[in-house]
């Protein structure tokens, strides 16, 4: 097949990780990065013999598809011109700060026949996809992803930064739409939460308990998930998976232990976790997430393919973040007021003054 000629806009942090990553790719041909940084892009461009764009517009003629790593603030502006012209999209999460945004670029994917996949990149963690085979019907859920301060994606609050991860993956398992969404979290430093902790209960009762923290001395990605099959518990770091399965004593329906004669009653406490709650633990294989996530990008473009994480996908994450963070203004301690980026707050969002890359140029 035809190597996809792709272009990466933005040079961050994961726009350089999404080229390094890509070039290695031999479905792809990398025709360039586009950064308005000038110093920073030459450096980049020089270590990995790359060409270089200060605008979209510069190179949007020369690639069939791009990935977008700029900030949120800015998806929408650099994949509507793109997939107007039916190029493919692969953006970085989250998709856009709204909703109307999402639907627009879902749209014009659809019409365009393009490829829009939005980088929800724990969908492709490998102890992830081995956990998912183990979990059926989820009943009730509970992660935290808690980091230190890393002054990276601060245009948005940790609700959209670290917390969508786990919406998407929860979304994925349980499939039934939130009919409930209760929040609270702090500002520690401003001017977006950075520790939230939410319920989200669903509409065939499952109920899941997130906490995302960038102000954490613990760094932890975890998530436990108690379903009908039993308990699967998930550390994204270690990809260390554990799970247990009841014997027939848990699955016969015994309520109470009273109930268990004295030898059942041994049975329980001698061999708690070895055969009434078998405990299993298994170390997955490291592959990388992102790798795998282009890997599957250019798939879907070559062979027309539908990607894990559609534009749909992500604006379901995106939705139920937006009402955690608005769930989040509503409880306040003090009467205050979070600056955060919802719905009824896009407009009053200024963009800098200086020149982004990430906004096209405008025809003559």
């Known amino acids: 097949m035809r190597q996809v ?10 726009g350089k990780i999404h080229a390094r ?4 790719i031999s479905a792809f041909k990398v025709v360039g990065v586009v950064d308005p940084a000038k110093q920073a892009r030459d450096a980049f461009c020089k270590e990995y013999k790359l060409k270089g764009y200060d605008d979209v517009s510069e190179i949007s003629s020369k690639i069939d598809a791009a990935v977008i790593a700029t900030p949120t603030l800015y998806h929408k502006e650099v994949a509507a011109p793109l997939l107007e012209q039916g190029k493919h999209v692969l953006i970085e999460k989250p998709i856009t700060l709204t909703t109307e945004e999402a639907d627009e670029l879902i749209d ?18 490998p102890a992830f996809r081995e956990a998912t085979k183990k979990i059926v019907s989820p009943r009730f859920i509970q992660a935290a992803r808690t980091s230190g301060y890393s002054f990276r994606s601060i245009d948005v609050g940790v609700t959209l930064d670290l917390m969508i991860h786990d919406i998407d993956l929860v979304l994925s398992l349980v499939r039934s739409p939130v009919v409930d969404v209760k929040a609270t979290g702090l500002t520690v430093f401003g001017p977006h939460e950075d520790i939230v902790e939410t319920r989200l209960t669903f509409a065939n009762g499952c109920v899941a308990n997130l906490t995302a923290s ?27 998976v554990k799970s247990i399965v009841a014997d027939d004593i848990v699955k016969s329906g015994v309520s109470e232990v009273h109930e268990l004669s004295a030898e059942g009653k041994t049975h329980v406490r001698d061999h708690l976790f070895s055969t009434v709650l078998p405990c299993q633990e298994t170390e997955v294989a490291a592959s990388n997430a992102i790798e795998a996530e282009l890997l599957e990008f250019a798939d ?22 937006l009402q955690v963070s608005e769930a989040v203004q509503r409880h306040r301690w003090d009467g205050g007021k979070f600056d955060l980026v919802g719905p009824t707050m896009r407009s009053e969002i200024k963009k800098p003054e200086t020149k982004r890359a990430t906004k096209p140029k405008k025809a003559a």
Not at 5 to 14: D, F, K, Q
Not at 215 to 231: I, L, Q
């Open 5 to 14: 000629r792709l272009a990466v806009i933005g040079t961050g942090h994961l």
């Open 108 to 125: 014009l994917a659809e019409h365009h026949r393009s490829v829009l996949q939005v980088g929800h990149v724990e969908r492709f963690n």
């Open 300 to 321: 879907c473009i070559q062979r027309g393919l539908t990607p894990t994480v559609t534009g749909k996908a992500a604006r379901e994450a995106l939705s139920v973040a």
């Open 21 to 24: 990553l890509a070039k290695g």
């Open 214 to 240: 960038r102000a954490s001395f613990n760094p932890s990605r975890h998530m436990e998930v108690f379903s009908d099959a039993g308990f699967v518990g998930v550390d994204f770091t270690s990809r260390m």
